[in-house]
Nanobody, 126 residues
Framework: QVQLVESGGGMVQAGDSLRLSCSVSERSSSLLAMGWFRQAPGKEREFVATISWSDISPYYADSVKGRFTISRDNAIDTVYLQISSLKPEDTAVYYC???????????????????WGQGTQVTVSS
């Protein structure tokens, strides 16, 4: 079982930036892809961004393109989510996810990932 630990969340104001981190318990090169999802109060968990071991171009949800950047540091087995120009509607619990098994599910879906972190809260005030 892959352990994922998110950090970097907090309470910020609209327009601020934040960098979330996800520490992975095993060599990231053994994983197929990493992703970030978020869940706002009363809403379903939604896809935010994904990056794979070999991808040059990460993939983002349309709602976050241009403001969110996913990256990974394989040397320290950590994935990041840089968020800029935060909006109140970005308020959510942000989850890191990892895929360690081959599946036909798209990388933008929850079913693609078999490992999840506990989440980190991001609260954006206007």
């Amino acid at each position: 079982q892959v352990q994922l630990v998110e950090s970097g969340g907090g309470m910020v104001q609209a327009g601020d930036s934040l960098r979330l981190s996800c520490s992975v318990s095993e060599r990231s090169s053994s994983l197929l892809a990493m992703g970030w999802f978020r869940q706002a109060p009363g809403k379903e968990r939604e896809f935010v961004a994904t990056i794979s071991w070999s991808d040059i171009s990460p993939y983002y949800a349309d709602s976050v393109k241009g403001r969110f950047t996913i990256s990974r540091d394989n040397a320290i087995d950590t994935v990041y989510l840089q968020i800029s120009s935060l909006k109140p509607e970005d308020t959510a619990v942000y989850y890191c996810a990892a895929s360690s098994i081959v599946t036909q599910m798209p990388r933008t879906t929850r079913g693609y990932y078999d490992n999840w972190g506990q989440g980190t809260q991001v609260t954006v005030s206007s």
